[in-house]
C-alpha cells in the first residue's frame, strides 16, 4: 500500500483484485461439472451452491453492517 493511498483507493484496489480471485475461483468450479472427468450427485450440487448463496449474502449482509457466522464447507 503506497502511503498516500487513499481509504477509497485502497478499497477500489482491494474489492477488484478478490472480486476477479473470487470470479476465477467460480469458473474453475464450473470446471467440475464434466460428468465424463467426474461424478457427483444432485445433492452435492444443491449443498454446494446452497453454501455457495449463503456465503454471497452473508458478505453483503457486512457490508450492510450485519454480523454473520464463518462456516467451513464439506461435501462428507
Same mark, same amino acid.
Given at each position: 500500500? =503506497?502511503?498516500? !493511498?487513499? &481509504?477509497?483507493?485502497?478499497?477500489?484496489? /482491494? =474489492? %477488484?483484485?478478490?472480486?476477479?480471485?473470487?470470479? %476465477?475461483?467460480?469458473?474453475?468450479? @464450473?470446471?467440475?461439472?464434466? &460428468?465424463?472427468?467426474? !461424478?457427483?450427485?444432485?445433492?452435492?450440487?444443491?449443498?454446494?451452491? @446452497?453454501?455457495? !448463496?449463503? %456465503? /454471497?449474502?452473508? =458478505?453483503?449482509?457486512?457490508?450492510? @453492517?450485519?454480523?454473520?457466522? %464463518? !462456516? &467451513?464447507?464439506?461435501?462428507?
Amino acid at each position: 500500500m =503506497a502511503q498516500n !493511498e487513499s &481509504k477509497r483507493d485502497r478499497f477500489v484496489r /482491494l =474489492a %477488484e483484485a478478490r472480486t476477479n480471485k473470487i470470479l %476465477e475461483m467460480m469458473r474453475l468450479l @464450473g470446471n467440475c461439472s464434466s &460428468k465424463s472427468n467426474y !461424478e457427483y450427485t444432485d445433492a452435492d450440487i444443491k449443498k454446494i451452491f @446452497g453454501t455457495l !448463496e449463503k %456465503e /454471497l449474502k452473508n =458478505a453483503k449482509n457486512r457490508f450492510l @453492517g450485519i454480523d454473520t457466522q %464463518e !462456516e &467451513k464447507f464439506t461435501l462428507r
